[in-house]
């Protein structure tokens, strides 16, 4: 199962309330639940095995959860006011699931408006079924604006962050 599968697979339970889903096929079974807002709370570690996305090993320790806990991620994303869009190229989500600007609460944001990023650095971690994936930029500039909220929900495709290429 390829890992654009797996992420329209997590939309789905996302979108639909379903509280899980389950998937098995050939040599692989997965297993999709929705969490509580308790749950938000107690930090765990996932591994993913390397044959399930093709070859590449996805772990990460969860970061220190924030002290208000996110909303659950079947929660839709509120929708900014429309305003005036700066120019630059953004910075998109490339999953849905919770927003963070930092790897803690007490830890500084990976960027903020000014700083210059490269083209694969670590501009924040989006939470995903409790999978902490870093997101990095895939362009080289300067950060014009951070266009979501910290501890946010966001959803496949959503800008990020803009940034005025280099």
């Known amino acids: 199962m390829e890992l654009k599968q797996i992420q329209d697979l ?37 591994v993913v095995p390397a044959n399930m996305l ?23 994303a509120p929708q900014p006011a429309a305003t005036p869009v700066a120019s630059g190229t953004e910075i998109k989500a490339p999953m849905i699931g919770t927003f963070y600007r930092s790897s803690g609460p007490d830890k500084e944001p990976f960027v903020k408006v000014g700083d210059m990023v490269e ?14 994936n870093e997101i990095e ?13 910290d501890a946010s929900p966001v959803e ?7 940034v005025e290429p280099a």
């Open 10 to 46: 997590i939309k789905f339970v996302a979108k639909s309330g379903v509280e899980e889903v389950e998937l098995e096929q050939d040599n692989f079974k997965i297993t999709i639940k929705a969490r509580s807002p308790r749950e938000f709370a107690e930090p765990q570690q996932i």
């Open 54 to 76: 093709g070859g590449q090993m996805q772990q990460m320790a969860a970061p220190t959860p924030s002290p208000t806990p996110a909303a659950p991620v079947a929660t839709p």
């Open 119 to 132: 083209i694969g650095q670590t501009v924040c971690i989006i939470e995903a079924m409790k999978l902490f």
């Open 137 to 149: 930029s895939d362009v080289a500039g300067r950060v014009v604006k951070v266009l979501t909220d």
């Open 156 to 162: 496949y495709d959503q800008p990020l962050f803009l």
